[in-house]
């Protein structure tokens, strides 16, 4: 039974540029939440997915945009990089009260 | 707004000694979740244990267990006889119970983190 994949694992991209984030949830789950973790800090949630709207939204601009598709696939956008935008990004995947899986994360670097 | 609060950056134990990790939180919900996660140097954040609020008795996972204290609004983890596979940051997070945005699962608030260095 697969877990939750997030790609690409590691990427560098320029400040100004957009970038896109895929995530696919663990098998049988159907809701999707993005947490993004700078460095030595503790995740902060960006937004939840499920039935292909966005459900819930923490703090963050309207920079960051997402997307889940009818497999419950996930991606996640962010526009106009900026230089503290560099983080690990987290998917997880969750199905009603089942608890979070949470993937190995997508190191995005902006320079 | 919940929040969390892990006041020890860092903590460290001796192979098969008990180290306690703190965390207090803040809330004016009196259903809620607690949670503590392991993310060792490969990323993935790991579930390590689960409390309900309204279970007054503490959660045990084996080597792990934790002290509840609702009133103080306290959730600390106590890891006995401890591993060099323990090592790794320690995160505190919450969850309401009640159900947002149409879904029953809702987002997680994390404390700062505990880096656990465990020394053999």
């Known amino acids: 039974d697969a877990g939750v994949t997030q790609s690409p694992t590691h990427l560098i991209k320029t400040r100004g540029q957009q970038v896109t984030l895929r995530c696919s949830p663990k098998?049988?789950?159907?809701?999707v939440s993005w947490y993004q973790q700078a460095l030595g800090q503790g995740p902060q949630f960006i937004f939840q997915y499920y039935e292909e709207e966005e459900r819930q939204r923490g703090n963050f601009p309207d920079r960051f945009s997402g997307h889940q598709f009818p497999n419950y696939s996930s991606e996640l956008n962010v526009n106009a990089l900026l230089l503290g935008d560099s983080a690990l990004y987290l998917c997880?995947?969750?199905?009603?009260?089942?608890?979070?899986?949470f993937g190995s994360g997508t190191r995005l670097t902006v320079v | 707004a919940q929040t969390v609060t892990q006041s020890q950056p860092e903590m460290s134990v001796q192979e098969a000694e008990t180290v306690t990790l703190s965390c207090t939180y803040d809330t004016s919900e009196s259903d809620y979740y607690l949670f503590w996660y392991k993310q060792p140097p490969s990323r993935q954040m790991i579930l390590v244990i689960r409390q309900e609020a309204y279970k007054q008795q503490n959660a045990t996972e084996n080597r792990f267990s934790v002290n509840f204290q609702k009133a103080a609004k306290s959730f600390s983890l106590k890891i006995s006889d401890s591993q060099l596979g323990d090592a790794a940051m320690y995160f505190c997070a919450y969850r309401s119970a009640q159900s947002a945005g149409g879904t029953s699962y809702g987002k997680l608030t994390f404390g700062q983190g505990t880096i656990l260095t465990v020394h053999p």
């Open positions: 997880a995947s969750s199905f009603r009260v089942g608890g979070y899986t």
């Open positions: 098998s049988g789950h159907d809701t």
